[in-house]
T-cell receptor, first 113, second 110 residues
Framework: GAVVSQHPSWVICKSGTSVKIECRSLDFQATTMFWYRQFPKQSLMLMATSNEGSKATYEQGVEKDKFLINHASLTLSTLTVTSAHPEDSSFYIC?????????FGDGTRLSIL | SQKIEQNSEALNIQEGKTATLTCNYTNYSPAYLQWYRQDPGRGPVFLLLIRENEKEKRKERLKVTFDTTLKQSLFHITASQPADSATYLCALTYGQNFVFGPGTRLSVLP
């Protein structure tokens, strides 16, 4: 089956640092990758959609200068949380899609101290 | 905009019984409706997909129905087991949009 690998699975860092999260589709080429954010006991909220080789499309209210997305190949997308602050602490999940359904990574728990 | 509701935030059932989860949407009929399972601290895992022109799909102990007139999907787990305890999310694809419901947290009691 389709596998999406997300790395790292958890990260703890100081306020003000930048954190990069990788999302890879291991056994298929993803035309589109998505980044979600999930707060405790809530559903996934879409942050942005990225297509290989083009700029990401951000959802309303998501700061594109804060959450930098790079989709350099059909199997890799990265999300960089720049100058992270405690309010950025959350569970970040990526997904990859080529047709239906979407397949999800296992998430990255980000804790900013 | 599309609004998705799942019948209850939490559902408790006894082991061996059939769990039935509901997903209702308000506006556009989706091209696809999908069900995912999410365990704490993990990403969603795809379970079943049903298309707008399909009425029912089955996979082992799982069954999904789709009624575009009622704008509703039902998700059944038969002979439920404690290992089925998780949050179940329905998700709709319509056009370029993909939207999750809020999820139902299922607990199967031994």
């Amino acid at each position: 089956g389709a596998v999406v690998s997300q790395h790292p699975s958890w990260v703890i860092c100081k306020s003000g640092t930048s954190v990069k999260i990788e999302c890879r589709s291991l056994d298929f080429q993803a035309t589109t990758m998505f980044w979600y954010r999930q707060f405790p006991k809530q559903s996934l909220m879409l942050m942005a959609t990225s297509n290989e080789g083009s700029k990401a499309t951000y959802e309303q209210g998501v700061e594109k200068d804060k959450f930098l997305i790079n989709h350099a190949s059909l199997t890799l997308s990265t999300l960089t949380v720049t100058s992270a602050h405690p309010e950025d602490s959350s569970f970040y999940i990526c997904s990859a899609r080529t047709g239906e359904p979407q397949h999800f990574g296992d998430g990255t728990r980000l804790s900013i101290l | 905009s599309q609004k998705i509701e799942q019948n209850s935030e939490a559902l408790n059932i006894q082991e061996g019984k059939t769990a039935t989860l509901t997903c209702n949407y308000t506006n556009y009929s989706p091209a696809y409706l999908q069900w995912y399972r999410q365990d704490p601290g993990r990403g969603p895992v795809f379970l079943l997909l049903i298309r707008e022109n399909e009425k029912e799909k089955r996979k082992e102990r799982l069954k999904v129905t789709f009624d575009t007139t009622l704008k509703q999907s039902l998700f059944h787990i038969t002979a439920s087991q404690p290992a089925d305890s998780a949050t179940y999310l329905c998700a709709l694809t319509y056009g370029q949009n993909f939207v999750f419901g809020p999820g139902t947290r299922l607990s199967v009691l031994p």
